[in-house]
């Protein structure tokens, strides 16, 4: 009985410790990078790139994870739809602000 509770312990913790990196991330500190660095192509839909604010063409990205579209942002992504150059294109942007800027997005998109 006492490793069925572990187990059940450890699997929980591996869920929880999962949305840990969505909760590392800062929307609104995302703002910034996202209009110096990521509008240009997020807002026009330039290379294929999901239109900030359209749902649906998010809601494909958004099911994959904060992990998925941050990892994607930041070593680059080519699609079906088109293609996205690592950090966007910016290589002075940290993981962390590409990260933000992911989830400022997606806090549009949803």
């Known amino acids: 009985m006492s490793r069925f509770v572990s187990a059940a ?4 913790a591996l869920l929880v410790s999962g949305n840990a990196f969505a909760a590392k991330f800062d929307p609104a500190a995302g703002k910034a990078t996202y209009d110096a660095s990521c509008a240009m192509c997020h807002k026009t ?15 494909p990205h958004i099911a994959k994870g904060m992990d998925k ?27 962390d602000q590409v990260g933000n800027a992911v989830a ?7």
């Open 9 to 12: 312990l450890i699997g929980a």
């Open 104 to 110: 400022y997005m997606v806090s549009q998109s949803k």
């Open 69 to 95: 579209m941050a990892a994607n942002s930041i070593t680059g992504y080519k699609g079906a739809k088109g293609m996205m150059p690592p950090k966007g294109g910016n290589a002075k942007l940290t993981a």
């Open 45 to 59: 839909g330039m290379m294929g790139a999901p239109k900030t604010g359209d749902k649906a063409a998010w809601a």
